[in-house]
């Protein structure tokens, strides 16, 4: 597990309700990364709000695909969700 994402999954201990810091989405983020980069995508974080809703663009390949909405749902959703607690929902622009 990276670093990065180490020292956010402790901060998430101490409080599992906050919303997670930019810094730990965009590590979760880089766990899913290297399956969108190896189709031509990327995913970028936007924001993050204090209700735990978190906004990205898609990139690249992955802007124009078809199946953009179902990475979405089925892949970088469920990753964010499973290592930060805090988030409640993910949204793309």
Do not use: K
């Not at 290297?34 to 690249?60: I, K, Y």
Request: with cysteine.
């Amino acid at each position: 597990m990276d670093d990065r994402l180490r020292e956010a999954r402790s901060e998430i201990n101490e409080n599992p309700e906050a919303p997670p810091t930019a810094q730990a989405v965009r590590a979760s983020l880089d766990t899913v990364r290297p399956g969108l980069l190896a189709d031509g995508g990327n995913v970028e974080l936007l924001s993050v709000a204090d209700d735990g809703t978190v906004v990205v663009a898609l990139q690249g390949a992955c802007a124009r695909c078809p199946s953009a909405e179902m990475t979405l749902r089925r892949v970088i959703e469920p990753r964010l969700r499973a290592q930060l607690p805090g988030v409640r929902s993910v949204l793309r622009s």
